[in-house]
């Protein structure tokens, strides 16, 4: 192996106990670290006496010796991410909200907490009594708590019966201060079959729905799953990413270790590395689904109804894919031979119905995939062959009604929550971006890079697939290496000198490009 192989892991911490038993606790955390590309640092809290079937003995370790970890940790291997699990008694907690907070000052640094109070034996892992400090002292230092239904009843002191009264204490929960809560559905099917875990960010309730594994190695799933998104927000992985794919890491754990026979109890989840596989991602809720109401969203502001299924083009390699913001430029990139085009109007002058209808007739004549971007109504009204839409124009736009005449939709993504989200509407292509920065919109905090990229891409192989943002002539071999059919560009081509060459530039780097194993980054 080269050896930048082995360079800029970066380090995440786990403050949590040792399982004797190889199965949770910092065991199950270092495992899961070093398989999603991070190193792993450790400060033990308690020293487990337990094995698959019991806990014998918690055996907590003295503040002194906890905060000589901590110390020794700061100074030399700082952390990209911090996972705090078992807190065996108040002194601890109140020991490491203290570090916490004076670690806050130097740097800000991810905290994903899972409050590890009760093993899935049943055994009390802690003392009595941690609930306040946990409460008062360590829940606002915390970007993430992730609680099992038993866990959201002890801090939330209240007992939640179905779904709306879980979203009701998530609330809760998060409303004494930490930045999201994630209540892991293991222990209560709302639907049978499906394992749904509930994340309540301070704005937005969203079900991840996993399918139930059958199968007794279950254990370590929560020590796992919080590890996993630890390690996913040091990789860089924004909030609701890190979640959907930490979950993806246990449901493929779950799966892949269910044939393995590990001690005489529940035996431990696996580790079984990247999830790139699309069946162990969860599915997103969507507003207006028929089964909602199990999830408590009756009532929800939603008023649309869920459709699902689009028009697909007629190859799920799309090609070049020049967006473009005025009729004129359509018709002299139609007369180059581009096939896949769309107008993207953001300063409409004029009549911009007769500029879509303009747009749709150059369509028909040269047999374009052709998509309007924003204006579904007039794209419907003008029979245009699609339209793209953003996230935000989900919420408002009539998908039945484009749907309904037939019309194919493209819809952007940014990161891999977004991308199942979309995917459950089944739209006619899904966008992918922004891959680079790019002068044209201002895409901070959404940039995806060449790897995350074909991390995405690897879960749809065979799905019409469009990368867009900060794409040139340049960097089309690295994109194309992700198995993407198909790269957009506006200042590649509408910028160029001669946008000609550009054209026949793009397309050849395109059509030579082959998609590359490596490009997810990962080993092959
Ligand atoms: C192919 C493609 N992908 C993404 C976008 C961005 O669309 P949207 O999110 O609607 O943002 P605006 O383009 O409206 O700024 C796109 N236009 N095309
Ligand atoms: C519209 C849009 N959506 C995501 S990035 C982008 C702009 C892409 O423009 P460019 O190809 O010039 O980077
Ligand atoms: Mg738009």
């Given at each position: 192996m080269p050896e930048e192989a082995f360079t800029n892991k970066p380090i995440v911490w786990s403050i949590a106990g040792s399982d004797s038993g190889g199965g949770a606790g910092i065991q199950a955390d270092l495992l899961t670290f070093a398989d999603l590309g991070c190193h792993g640092c450790t400060a033990i809290t308690a020293n487990t006496a337990q094995n698959t079937c019991a806990v014998?003995?918690?055996n907590a370790v003295s503040i002194d010796v906890l905060q000589a970890q901590l110390q020794a940790l700061q100074t030399d291997l700082f952390p990209a991410a911090i996972k705090v699990g078992l807190l065996a008694n108040a002194r601890q907690v109140l020991a490491v909200a203290e570090f916490l907070r004076a670690l806050r000052q130097v740097k800000p640094v991810p905290v994903i907490y899972d409050p590890v109070a009760v093993a899935s034996s049943g055994a009390g892992l802690t003392e009595e009594g941690i609930a306040a400090p946990v409460l008062e002292q360590l829940l606002p230092l915390c970007d993430l708590v992730t609680p099992n239904r038993y866990e959201l009843e002890w801090l939330s002191q209240t007992a939640p019966a179905g779904a709306a009264a879980l979203i009701g204490a998530a609330r809760q929960l998060q409303s004494r201060g930490c930045g999201a809560v994630l209540v892991t559905g293991g222990h209560t099917?709302?639907?049978?079959?499906e394992i749904a875990d509930l994340l309540w960010d301070g704005d937005k309730a969203d079900w991840l729905i996993g399918r139930a594994v059958p199968?007794?190695?279950?254990?370590g799933t929560g020590c796992t799953l919080s590890s996993a998104i630890a390690a996913c927000r040091a990789l860089g992985y924004p909030l609701r990413d890190a979640c959907v794919l930490g979950k993806a890491y246990v449901q493929r754990g779950l799966r892949l270790a269910n044939s393995d026979r590990i001690g005489a109890g529940a035996g431990p989840v696996g580790h079984c590395g990247w999830p790139l596989e699309l069946r162990d991602f969860p599915e997103v809720l969507l507003p207006g689904e028929d089964r909602s109401a199990a999830y408590g969203l009756v009532g929800d502001v939603s008023t649309q109804t869920f459709v699902q299924g689009f028009a697909m083009p007629?190859?799920?390699?799309?090609g070049l894919y020049p967006v473009v913001d005025s009729v004129d430029w359509l018709q002299r990139l139609a007369e180059q031979g581009v096939r896949t085009l769309q107008l993207r109007i953001?300063?409409?002058?004029?009549?911009l119905r007769a500029q879509v209808a303009r747009a749709v007739d150059i369509g028909k004549r040269h047999q374009l995939r052709l998509f309007i971007n924003d204006y579904w109504q007039l794209a419907i009204e003008c029979g245009a062959y699609g339209v793209h839409l953003g996230q935000g124009d989900l919420k408002t736009a009539d998908l039945a009604a484009i749907q309904a005449a037939g019309l194919r939709l493209g819809i952007s993504t940014h990161g891999f929550y977004e991308l199942l989200l979309a995917y459950r509407y089944r739209p006619s292509y899904l966008a992918l971006g922004a891959v680079y920065a790019t002068g044209?919109?201002?895409?901070s905090g959404q940039l995806q890079g060449p790897q995350k990229l074909a991390r995405m891409v690897a879960l749809l192989p065979d799905y019409p697939l469009v990368a867009i943002g900060g794409i040139n002539l340049q960097r089309v071999a690295e994109v194309a290496a992700s198995g993407v059919g198909s790269i957009a560009v506006v200042s590649a081509i509408t910028g160029a000198e001669d946008y000609v060459q550009a054209v026949a530039d793009l397309r050849t780097a395109l059509e030579g490009a082959v998609p590359a194993a490596s490009a997810t980054g990962l080993p092959c």
């Open positions: 014998d003995s918690i099917q709302l639907r049978p079959g199968g007794n190695n279950t254990h007629d190859s799920t390699e799309l953001k300063h409409p002058g004029g009549d044209t919109k201002d895409m």
